[in-house]
């Protein structure tokens, strides 16, 4: 079992309704905003999960920054809907997951990072989090500052409800290695949720060829295969052409 999966005798743990809150009132401050975060399986840890992981502990070895990052916990209250703790964690390019385990770290409520504790990437369900927010508006009968806005945005995020967040923080290659790694996991079983079984889209080696030849379905086989060999210069039998239409065809009532 892995250390991330079991919790430390005399520890809190960090998932579910049985996670510890510190007795710190820096603990208390935080602890109502954050949610339960499953780990990532070893297996699917990425470059970008091991570089944003690396960063938090380079960040815990400032002192000034530890410090700080304490007081401000500690201190924490909005201003303007703003907090001085939120403006440090957007200069910093921290979210509220990672301010959480960076205090852990700090408080030793749970030390040793684990490489899947953190990523520079995530995927998020946009369309699920418009439709909630526009079913809440509904529910309280909260006013519509720009309705025109408001449907503009739910038919966005229907039309891409699945958006792929990257921290500026992270390169080319740190999202390529993500993309490659999560895709089959964690994106395309979102993606299914609100399209199925999507058709596939490919591209034949040929296509230019076939669409003349589905442009001329309405002539017999023959004149077609006639007319293929004058623009293409390819011999194609009645057999080749009736299978290219038939292709063309499902490929286009698919759609």
């Not at 401050?29 to 992981?53: I, L």
């Not at 939120?86 to 979210?95: G, K, M, R, V």
């Not at 390819?234 to 759609?255: F, H, P, Q």
Request: aromatic letters at 8%.
């Amino acid at each position: 079992m892995k250390r991330s999966d079991m919790q430390q005798p005399g520890k809190p743990g960090r998932s579910g309704d049985a996670r510890g809150m510190s007795s710190t009132p820096a603990k208390s401050a935080v602890a109502a905003t954050h949610g339960s975060v499953a780990h990532p399986q070893a297996s699917n840890v990425t470059q970008s999960h091991r570089k944003a992981a690396q960063r938090l502990r380079d960040l815990l070895q400032n002192e000034n920054f530890t410090s700080t990052l304490l007081t401000l916990l500690h201190n924490e209250k909005r201003v303007g809907g703003i907090s001085k703790l939120d403006q440090f964690a957007l200069e910093h390019y921290l979210d509220r997951r990672q301010i959480e385990l960076l205090e852990q770290e700090i408080l030793g409520e749970w030390p040793n990072l684990d490489d899947g504790d953190v990523d520079f990437c995530h995927v998020e369900d946009a369309g699920a989090q418009a439709f909630k927010a526009f079913e809440r508006r509904v529910d309280l009968g909260a006013a519509w500052p720009d309705l025109d806005y408001e449907f503009s945005v739910i038919f966005s995020t229907a039309l891409y409800p699945i958006h792929i967040c990257i921290s500026p923080l992270a390169t080319q290659r740190d999202v390529l290695d993500w993309v490659r790694n999560k895709w089959s996991r964690t994106v395309a079983p979102s993606l299914y949720a609100y399209s199925g079984d999507v058709p596939r889209i490919r591209r034949r080696r040929k296509l230019k060829r076939d669409q003349f030849i589905w442009g001329h379905r309405e002539l017999a086989s023959g004149s077609i295969g006639t007319l293929v060999n004058k623009e293409f210069g390819e011999s194609l039998d009645d057999e080749e052409v009736n299978s290219i239409l038939a292709y063309m065809k499902k490929r286009y009532s698919g759609i």
